[in-house]
């Protein structure tokens, strides 16, 4: 579980949030409080204590330069202990944000240096629980949604609250 004062870059996706519902109903503990449903750009980002002006420049330097973009999520996959919906469309903007932050590996280097983009629907629960997940998920979809804001968040005493949010294409 991350700790205060750890940071992510985010892209917020309203249109999932069903898809994170039809997950709390199946069991709450699934779904990680705090932050509605998004795709992760970078986590964990800088320390929040790092976040001088300058990292915030270049954030929205990095945001001005990447368009917007549609986000069509079609397919619902599952790991041991996860469930997700990947995000291809936003695969250039995590890109992006990982190359210009190349000291930060994405998920401490869990997932190798390109994880790809995705919807984290839910973390933890067994093969059952993750197929009543797949069941209740999967005539939800497709979604679509428009990506246009990346998102610095940090996580505080009082939850993930947002520190920048940066247009996407400007």
Not at 25 to 44: E, I, M, N, Q, S
Request: glycine content about 6%; some cysteine.
């Amino acid at each position: 579980m991350p700790s205060p004062g750890t940071t992510a870059l985010v892209i917020l996706l309203p249109a999932a949030e069903p898809v994170l519902a039809a997950a709390r109903r199946v069991d709450p503990a699934l779904v990680r409080p705090g932050l509605p449903a998004h795709v992760t750009a970078l986590y964990p980002f800088l320390p929040d204590a790092a976040l001088t002006d300058e990292v915030l420049a270049d954030v929205r330097a990095l945001a001005a330069r990447t368009p917007p973009a549609e986000v069509r999520l079609t397919e619902f996959t599952t790991a041991p202990g996860f469930a997700a919906i990947p995000a291809p469309s936003l695969q250039r903007v995590t890109d992006a944000v990982c190359a210009r932050w190349p000291e930060v590996p994405p998920y401490g280097g869990r997932f190798g240096p390109r994880p790809p983009a995705h919807v984290t629907v839910a973390m933890g629960g067994d093969e059952q629980t993750l197929e009543r997940v797949a069941a209740e998920v999967r005539p939800l979809l497709p979604l679509t949604d428009r990506a246009d804001t990346l998102r610095l968040v940090a996580l505080t005493e009082r939850g993930w609250e947002s520190r920048l949010e940066a247009p996407l294409g400007g």
